[in-house]
């Protein structure tokens, strides 16, 4: 009996239904009352990036990615009641999502004080929709007035993670949270990220000088301008990638960069403030020199507010020029307090003095090869080594007593075999651009000159073998005839 009359009422409601379509398609008048035509009204829902409350704490922390959309269409059925659509764009296929109303609250009333009723309120929509890679959905036949769900009804609106367990309480865990029926527009990344700059080792760290790089010991030749920079990015799941960029690096080298765990020096084995080992959870990589800047990234468990915030380490550079230590300082290349920039300190350029006295035979001990010609024995010549902060070095050099109007031509001639010379100099006789050639002209008594060499502090004034000759302006030049020099030494090297 039932069944014949709900069938009955079908035919019946289907019968009107068709004479009033029937009716409609047959007039020649349009539809006047709108009112009678059923509404609805769709929602639309960004990431959850922590917009809804303005606050980047209750942003999404986890492994889902960070597209996901959700559409919400509120439907007027016949009967007035609401039909409510939730869309979910960018699933991941065999997911299943829950979705949830949540109704707003009195904090002070609620369990864990949320502003919500943790319990979804099914008679609205709470359900799971199953994800397929694209665009899912589900609907709710509701039997609340459509007019009601529209102007009367508060409530949170909720896509739960479903690559963790559901929480009612952890906000970070809503791919989705706005205010039921009000669109949510895409808020701005909420994945943090903080960069820091250190400058070059000039002791400046530990307000020391003697803790300064130092490269005058047997091993050790970095150019001064190596910079780093370090930056810490939050990943979706709250963790953190730290990435080092090492500047100005040297082609080829192997540049170790290290966190090395702060730690109370009376407990280390070599009274450091920190921890030997470093700490490779955090940063503990070799970085390959190109010539230019090199970067590595390393992908931490660590939370990043934890790395921020709490975590205590020295960022350390190591000097790939020369074996690694972990306890002398001068090494270090870099040496800063990590996820603190570094300031420049003085830079502790190198210079060196070497003065040169008459070619009176001295430099060969030869009493033969000392000079014979008009000019005044009192000159001299001082040279003056800088380095610089590329690492090169720069030759200054002064004559002293030279004859007013005069050009002096001054020469480093690079050692050679005597016996592949042409003429079987201990020299190459073109002299050598690259170290030191200038026509120095007198002007009061003291003429000066200098050169930018491509070689490092180190190269110049330990390896570079070379005589250094200032040729008498009163005779023709000649670079076979020694008695011809003013000055005949050994290119920056003291005369011992």
Known sequence: MI???????????????????????????????????LRSETSTYAFNEGQALDDNDSAYRGEHDRNLEAELMIEEMENGNASITVTLNNTISGEEYAVHAHDMADPATTENGTPYNETPNADVFAGAIE???????????????????????EAFFVVHDPLQDISTVDLTTYLVLGVFGQSLGAGESSLRSESFSYAFNEGQALDDPESAYDASGEEGDHPRNLTAELLIEERGTGEANVTVTLNNTIDGEEYAVHAHDMADPNETPNGTPYDETPNGDVFAQAIAGNGNSATATNETDLNYLELIEEYEAFFVVHDPTQAISTTDLTTYLILGVFGETLDEGEPNLRSETIEYSFNEGQALDDPDTAYEGDHARDLSVTMVIDEEIDGTSTINVTINNAINGETYPVHSHDFADPDTTENGTPYD???????????????GGEVTGSNQTNLSFNELTREYGGFFVVHDPLQALSTTDLTTYLILGETARDLD
């Open 3 to 37: 069944y014949s009359n709900i069938t009955s009422n079908l035919k019946l409601i289907a019968l009107v239904l068709f004479s009033t379509l029937f009716a409609m398609a047959c007039s020649d008048d349009p539809v006047s009352d709108i009112d009678d035509e």
């Open 131 to 153: 994800g397929n890679g694209s665009s899912a959905s589900l609907t709710n036949d509701t039997d609340i007035s459509y007019d009601e769900i529209i102007n009367e009804y």
């Open 429 to 443: 006789e073109t002299p050598n651009g690259d170290i030191f050639v200038a026509d120095l002209e007198a002007d």
